[in-house]
């Protein structure tokens, strides 16, 4: 038997081959997303990567802030106290100096001279005092003028006086001390 098929064939086109250019256009697209992609991905861990660091640096900084701050308040104190330490020293060897100057005083006052008043401002004295003579006076200056912790001792005045009707010298000098 014969068969015969009346509808109409429908007979399927050929598929033309697709223009180079389109082929070329999506293999670059392809490609170009390709590489967006790995670009994209690339970037986006260095910036994670780049944040991650930034932070710890900002940690490293407080840290660091911190640690100057203690370094600071540090040799603020030293200097505080080596601030001190100077003024003690220089108290120290002001306090030998009037030990010093009254034990020389003291030692060089011969029989018959008696201090009634001294006064001291810096490295200079005043002395005020009796003698029964003035050659007691002349004595006391030139027991002072051989001390080696005094210099310039200069006789300001000496007059008789009267004391309880006693007759006495009044005496005025002044010297200043060597450090």
Avoid: C
């Avoid at 670009?39 to 100057?68: P, W």
């Avoid at 009634?116 to 030139?142: C, E, K, P, R, W």
């Amino acid at each position: 038997m014969i068969r015969i098929n009346l509808l109409p064939v429908r007979r399927k086109k050929k598929a033309k081959p697709l223009p180079s250019y389109v082929m070329t256009t999506f293999l670059t697209t392809i490609i170009v997303l390709g590489v967006l992609g790995y670009l994209y991905y690339y970037f986006t861990s260095t910036l994670d990567v780049t944040k991650a660091r930034f932070e710890t640096n900002k940690q490293k900084i407080a840290e660091l802030k911190d640690k100057i701050k203690e370094v600071d308040d540090f040799e603020k104190l030293n200097k505080h106290f080596e601030e001190k330490s100077m003024i003690i020293e220089q108290l120290r060897k002001k306090q030998k100096i009037p030990v010093i100057m009254l034990d020389e005083i003291s030692s060089k006052i011969p029989d018959g001279v008696w201090l009634h008043s001294m006064s001291v401002s810096d490295q200079s004295v005043s002395l005020d005092g009796y003698a029964f003579t003035n050659s007691d006076v002349v004595t006391y200056i030139n027991n002072l003028k051989s001390s080696k912790a005094f210099a310039d001792i200069f006789l300001q005045e000496s007059k008789q006086a009267e004391v309880e009707k006693i007759p006495l010298y009044q005496f005025k000098l002044t010297f200043k001390v060597v450090s």
